[in-house]
């Protein structure tokens, strides 16, 4: 999605563009009813990797992880986004479904000319279809509108859904009006999903936490939506 610039002039730019049909969004994955809620990751003191969890389901607000580093100095884990210290970490990653780089890649062997190190996988389950992806799938044309702001936004938190409900328009009573990410992670960009498939996503922002207006937009121009 391509995100709003909200600090110029009070003007709106509508750009149209030819977009190619793109695959459904994120679908659910192969339940499985063993497979483990948490990940466990120990970061060994060699600087190797162990993973005891080769799967994990995603939960409502993420992907939760348990790190133990046996290291002697801080280390980051992989595709998870998060830097660990030496001991006990636990942390809620907001990573997409799909299969992630899991390994631990301590301080002192990171290579700012980019060498290939080890990486392990660890498969992100989502057999509910929590996780909302962000990129439209049109299969004709698409339009995109960045609105520029004299002012600079409040970080209001997630808009309300009932608002961006009320906000876009051109919706049908099936839409669903959803948060991207997972539902609990919460946010100011939603998108709109119609007959299982991402036609429309939003950026909100607010100057007075009440009133919210739209930042931006990507919309299938075979949808209806404004």
């Known amino acids: 999605m391509r995100l709003a610039s909200v600090l110029v002039a009070g003007s709106m730019l509508l750009v149209a563009?030819?977009?190619?049909?793109?695959?459904?969004?994120?679908?659910?994955?192969?339940?499985?009813?063993?497979?483990?809620?948490?990940?466990?990751?120990?970061?060994?003191?060699?600087?190797?990797?162990?993973?005891?969890?080769?799967?994990?389901?995603?939960?409502?607000?993420?992907?939760?992880?348990?790190?133990?580093?046996?290291?002697?100095?801080?280390?980051?884990?992989?595709?998870?986004?998060?830097?660990?210290?030496?001991?006990?970490t636990e942390f809620v990653s907001t990573v997409a479904p799909g299969k992630v780089d899991a390994g631990c890649y301590p301080y002192s062997e990171h290579d700012p000319g980019g060498s290939e190190q080890q990486r392990i996988p660890v498969e992100v389950l989502d057999p509910d279809g929590l996780f909302v992806a962000g990129e439209v799938a049109c299969s004709g044309s698409a339009s995109s509108l960045i609105a520029d702001f004299f002012k600079r936004p409040l970080d209001a938190g997630p808009v309300p859904l009932e608002v961006a409900r009320e906000t876009i328009r051109g919706l049908v009573p099936s839409d669903e009006v959803l948060h991207l990410g997972y539902p609990e992670q919460g946010g100011r960009q939603v998108a709109v999903r119609r007959d299982g498939t991402i036609v429309a996503t939003f950026d909100f922002i607010t100057f007075d936490g009440t009133e919210w207006h739209v930042a931006s937009n990507d919309i299938c121009s075979s949808s209806g939506l404004q």
Do not use: K, N, W, Y
């Open 17 to 88: 563009c030819a977009d190619p049909p793109s695959p459904r969004d994120q679908g659910p994955t192969s339940p499985a009813d063993d497979v483990p809620l948490v990940a466990e990751i120990v970061c060994e003191a060699d600087g190797s990797t162990t993973v005891s969890t080769p799967e994990v389901l995603v939960q409502p607000d993420g992907v939760h992880v348990h790190v133990l580093s046996r290291l002697d100095e801080p280390a980051s884990v992989g595709a998870f986004r998060m830097d660990v210290e030496p001991g006990t």
